[in-house]
Structures are given as structure tokens and as C-alpha cells.
């Protein structure tokens, strides 16, 4: 395996958990859970993994300034105002929606962070206003780096393959890997690492805004595009990746009864605190899949908690829960 440059900020090993009262709850399987909203970085999440070799990618390339987009309550882009600010670079965040008069939660924390906010009225036209701020920055001479959408390149999917090292060295076993995946990198990461490390269980993403039919495709061509950045030659097929997309029906960020019950028993049964959008997302997954007997009551069942807490202080989800 290739080296490949990778700045350290996270706090890792993040801990494994048991949660024993949310398993007798549901009457389920062993259920651990993987403490990636603790990785670091301004209240961490699974991008802080990621931004190791995204920012190390971007210093190799000269870049004083990371850009970066997503929506106005966006996890990632908090996390790369942080990292921009703990490696001593520039944040400009192009964000979809309208900035309301008093910022809160990930929005208010951006501009703690020290990053400069671009919105853009609507989705469809986010990424040409994002490359506008990237050709503005490169001209004002600012050295832009692009962080790709949620730190989903081949480069930042790494962050989540050597998640899987740490993991085995953890010793600890599990069946299954559930979490909640979305643009996509965290679920290739983790399949890239299988193969690399030798975890025996099964990595099944839990979809919160995709369908399965492009999920795959996309997860398996990140899997293999990040394994040749370490120089590895394999093969991942859109059959070789396990998703369900049972539970993203309401759409992004849409909260339902679902989610609701699913924060709340994390809550009161562990005094864990899931984030509405993401975690609430795959956790109700995860909640039904064991309601419906998908899993054997002998297996190990491992949650990866990808963070997202923040966002239950926004205006929009604060009351809503
Ligand atoms: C971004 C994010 C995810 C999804 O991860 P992807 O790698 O984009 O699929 C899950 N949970 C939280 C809290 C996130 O911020």
C-alpha cells in the first residue's frame, strides 16, 4: 500500500460502546456503538476523518484557502471551517438557502469559525456559484482548494478505510456495520477498508437522500477510486455494496415520527444524543430492521455514530423533536 500524506487532528482511537439498555428495549441483538460524533474538531463527526487527508491533499498542493458547499445546517462544511482554522487556512462556505437574521447551531458555529458565508437561493445552482467563488479566489490570488461535497473524493473516502484499521485493532467484534450514508464517502471508505483490513462483518449504509439505484453505482466506483490512491487494485461492483433506502422517503432533512422516536430512545434508554437529520435517520433504520427480525439475535450489531448534533439546535429542529 502506497503512503499517502494525512494530517492528524482527529481523536482517535474514537470509543466503542456497548448499549445494552437500548438492545433490551428493543429486544434485539447486542447493539455497540462506534463514538465518531467525538473525532474532534468543533464537535467532530465523520468528516473530521475525512478532512485528515482532504487538508493534507490541499497543503500538498500549495492551498492557503479550503472552499467548500453544502446546505445553510451542514455538518461538513462546520467541520472544514474548522479545520481551515486549526490548520491556519482560509474558509469560504457556499451554503443553499437564505441566512436568517440570527444564525444558529452549524450556521452560527461557521462564523465563530472564522469562515466567510456565500448563499445561494437554490440547490440547482449551488455548484456554479461554487466555482464563481473558487475562480474569484484563485484570482485575488487566495490558493482555493475545492473540498469536494461532503468530503467525498477518493482522497477523503480514505479517512473511513483507515477507520476500519483502527477498528480491528480495537478488538472488538462485530456482524454489521449500519450507519447513515449520503454523499457517499463514508460508506465507500468503510468497504475499502473491509477488504484492506479483513473485517468479516457487513457494511450496510442506511440511505438518508438517495436512492439505492445511485447509491450503488456511486459507492462502488468511490470504493475502487480510493483504493487506487493507495496504489491497490480492486474491484468494487454496484452488487458488491449493501444499502437501504427504505427510510429517506419523507426527503433531506424531513423529520418524521421515525427519526422522533429514534432520538428519543437513544436519549432516555443510553443518554446518547443522536443528530435529527443523519444519525435520527439511521437509527430509525436500524430500530425497524430490528423490529422486523433482519438481524440474528446472536449477532453483534455495531451503530457508527457519524455525529450531526449540532443541528438539534437549529431554529428548524429545535422545536420540532
Ligand atoms: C455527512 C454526514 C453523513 C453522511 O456521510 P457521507 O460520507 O456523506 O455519506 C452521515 N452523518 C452525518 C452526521 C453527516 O454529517
Not at 27 to 50: C, E, S
Not at 250 to 256: D, F, N, R
Request: hydrophobic letters at 40%; glycine letters at 12%.
Amino acid at each position: 500500500m502506497n503512503a499517502i500524506p494525512r494530517l492528524r487532528f482527529a481523536h482517535l482511537p474514537t470509543p466503542i460502546e456497548d448499549l445494552p439498555r437500548l438492545s433490551a428495549a428493543l429486544g434485539g441483538p447486542r447493539i455497540l456503538v462506534k463514538r465518531d460524533d467525538q473525532t474532534g474538531l468543533a464537535f467532530g463527526g465523520n468528516k473530521t476523518r475525512k478532512l485528515e487527508f482532504l487538508v493534507a491533499e490541499a497543503q500538498a498542493q500549495g492551498a492557503r484557502t479550503l472552499i467548500s458547499g453544502g446546505a445553510l445546517q451542514s455538518n461538513h462544511c462546520r467541520q472544514t471551517a474548522a479545520a481551515a482554522a486549526r490548520c491556519g487556512m482560509a474558509c469560504i462556505l457556499v451554503l443553499t438557502g437564505a441566512a436568517p437574521a440570527r444564525p444558529s447551531a452549524n450556521l452560527l458555529l461557521d462564523g465563530w469559525l472564522g469562515a466567510r458565508i456565500v448563499t445561494v437561493a437554490e440547490r440547482k445552482d449551488r455548484d456554479r456559484r461554487l466555482q464563481e467563488v473558487f475562480e474569484q479566489s484563485q484570482a485575488a490570488g487566495e490558493k482555493p482548494y475545492l473540498v469536494p461535497y461532503g468530503g467525498s473524493s477518493p482522497t477523503g473516502a480514505l479517512g473511513y478505510a483507515f477507520a476500519v484499521e483502527e477498528f480491528m485493532q480495537q478488538g472488538v467484534d462485530a456482524d454489521w456495520f449500519v450507519f447513515g450514508t449520503s454523499s457517499g464517502g463514508t460508506h465507500a471508505g468503510l468497504m475499502l477498508g473491509q477488504r484492506l483490513f479483513g473485517y468479516g462483518g457487513k457494511v450496510l449504509g442506511i440511505s438518508i437522500d438517495e436512492a439505492e439505484d445511485w447509491l450503488k453505482p456511486h459507492v462502488s466506483a468511490l470504493a475502487t477510486a480510493a483504493g487506487e490512491c493507495l496504489g491497490e487494485t480492486i474491484r468494487f461492483t454496484p452488487d458488491d455494496v449493501l444499502a437501504d433506502a427504505s427510510y429517506c422517503g419523507a426527503g433531506y432533512g424531513v423529520l418524521t415520527d421515525a427519526e422522533r422516536e429514534a432520538v428519543r430512545l437513544f436519549a432516555r434508554s443510553e443518554g446518547l444524543l443522536l443528530d435529527p437529520v443523519y444519525t435520527g435517520r439511521a437509527a430509525a433504520g436500524l430500530i425497524n430492521l430490528v423490529r422486523k427480525g433482519f438481524f440474528k439475535k446472536s449477532d453483534t450489531v455495531l451503530f457508527w455514530h457519524t455525529g450531526g448534533q449540532p443541528a438539534l439546535f437549529s431554529e428548524q429542529y429545535a422545536n420540532e423533536l
